[in-house]
């Protein structure tokens, strides 16, 4: 016997296998390409941003949500040659207020950080590697075949 239940905001519904057995009566409607309210991407078909576009991820409504729309329209609107150029600052200030929400919003040196301190220089770094310095140590092979 399948039955439902509420439990806070959740609603559990508990069915039998005979009610997964039985085909499904439900309707699928189309769906409205008009309806404002329907997910459209990130870009509108006006080509405005649709900042309830699940793949910002809910940037658009964070503590820097602002910030971030100021910088992102900048950013989407820039008729510059290098696109975006004119925003950095706008990027700056979205920066920094991230900076003040770490817990929200973690930075790349906080994953690094994270990570197993093996000793590996970076990409960046120029630093010689551990092989490399024992390999300037090791005779050139042009030593070896004289003795």
């Known amino acids: 016997m399948s039955y439902c ?58 503590p820097c949500g602002t910030q971030f729309k100021e910088a992102f329209s900048c950013f989407h609107y820039s008729k510059e040659e290098v696109k975006g150029s004119e925003c950095i600052d706008k990027f700056r200030g979205m920066q920094e207020c991230m900076q003040r929400f770490p817990e929200l919003y973690p930075q790349e040196d906080d994953k690094e950080e994270s990570a197993p301190a093996d000793g590996s220089a970076s990409d960046s770094d120029s630093s010689p590697t551990a092989s490399e310095e024992s390999a300037e140590k090791l005779p050139s092979t042009d030593e070896q075949t004289a003795s």
């Open 5 to 62: 239940r509420e439990d806070g905001k959740d609603r559990i519904i508990f069915v039998t296998k005979e009610d997964h057995e039985a085909p499904s009566n439900a309707e699928l409607i189309a769906d409205d390409p008009n309806d404002p309210y329907e997910e459209q991407g990130l870009i509108l078909p006006d080509g405005g941003i649709n900042w309830n576009c699940p793949c910002l991820g809910g940037m658009a409504s964070g």
